[in-house]
């Protein structure tokens, strides 16, 4: 596949992917709460066994999955022009978007 104009082989950056991170999330918030809803009704003995079961939460920076690549360009001619392009190489999730916004009218 071609790639747009401008953009370039190697990344722009790389974003924590919101999906990932969320999916990563998900599992560990539930297995928080029920920890917590559990305070009370266990003995503490219980209790403290299953918090210290809780896995650590998932950090952000183990999900820099998502890639991105984006221009500006344009100036010299009056119009500037933006093109934008993400995908998430785990899980597929993409973006891509592209515009251009005029500032100035060329008199030649
Ligand atoms: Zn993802």
Do not use: H
Not at 6 to 13: L, P
Not at 16 to 39: H, L, N, Q
Not at 68 to 86: H, L, N, P, R
């Amino acid at each position: 596949m071609d790639l747009p104009k401008g953009i370039k082989e190697d990344a722009d950056n790389w974003q924590t992917c919101p999906r990932c991170y969320d999916e990563a999330m998900e599992p560990w918030i539930e297995k928080g709460e029920a920890v917590f809803a559990s305070y009370g009704l266990v003995t503490l003995d219980e209790f403290t066994k299953a918090f210290n079961r809780i896995p650590n939460e998932p950090k952000e920076e183990d999900y820099y999955t998502f890639r991105e690549d984006y221009e500006f360009y344009g100036a010299d001619e009056g119009v500037i022009k933006w093109q934008y392009s993400g995908s998430c190489t785990e899980c597929g999730l993409s973006a891509s978007e592209s515009g251009e916004f005029p500032f100035y009218t060329k008199k030649r």
